[in-house]
């Protein structure tokens, strides 16, 4: 089976702090995608990767920015923790040749 | 930033009812897939229909699409308790591998 594992399930921080969200995912996916949802308005994709050291903008990167060094591991980085950014985070990863995503099960950050 | 819509937004039927629920989609897309995410999860895929198919059935689910009209259905057959949960539909745009998601259908099935 196919897993994607993300490092916390649940997060506090503070407002100003720099936070560090990591997935893994281990079927080799070329594809790599960081969301956020929020009631109401569904999942919001923030950044992709779809190769090692390869990103590429979602329609919600303000405030965020990603790493991918290696093929099985992407970082999603809050630079400066703001309130609003207070969300569930999904990392999912597909495989370039059959698109269906496998999502890890969420961290829920909390910003204050 | 575009975004699909599922309607309804809730939908709540009896155990051993159909569920329909319908997404809508704006850009030129490759594929359709349906996912489902019970009780604030991550989602679990269901079915993929490509942009040159107009249906396909997996188990108790079937999925229409028409690209004519940007729009999909998904039917679950014969519901269950276990059903219970949220429904989003997410488009592939054409040429590359961005996903866009709906905001979801929540399904309630009462025993």
């Known amino acids: 089976d196919v897993k994607v594992t993300q490092s916390s399930r649940y997060l506090v921080k503070r407002t100003g702090e720099k936070v560090f969200l990591e997935c893994v995912q281990d079927?080799?996916?070329?594809?790599m995608f960081w969301y956020r949802q929020d009631p109401g308005l569904g999942l919001r994709l923030i950044y992709f990767?779809?190769?090692?050291?390869?990103?590429e903008k979602g329609d919600i990167p303000e405030g965020y920015s990603v790493s991918r060094e290696k093929k099985e591991r992407f970082s999603l980085i809050l630079e400066s923790a703001s309130t609003n950014q207070t969300s569930m985070y999904l990392c999912a990863s597909s495989s370039a040749t059959t698109y269906e995503q496998y999502f890890g099960p969420g961290t829920r950050l909390t910003v204050t | 930033s575009q975004q699909g819509e599922e309607d309804p937004q809730a939908l709540s039927i009896q155990e051993g009812e159909n569920a329909t629920m319908n997404c809508s989609y704006k850009t030129s897309i490759n594929n359709l897939q349906w996912y489902r995410q019970n009780s604030g999860r991550g989602l679990v895929h269901l079915i993929l229909?490509?942009?040159?198919?107009r249906e396909k059935h997996s188990g108790r689910l079937r999925v229409t699409l028409d690209t004519s009209k940007k729009s999909s259905s998904l039917l679950i057959t014969a519901s269950r308790a276990a059903d219970t949960a949220s429904y989003f539909c997410a488009t592939v745009t054409s040429g590359t591998y961005k996903y866009i998601f709906g905001t979801g259908t929540r399904l309630k099935v009462l025993a």
């Open positions: 990767s779809y190769d090692v050291k390869m990103k």
């Open positions: 079927m080799d996916h070329e594809n």
């Open positions: 229909i490509r942009s040159n198919e």
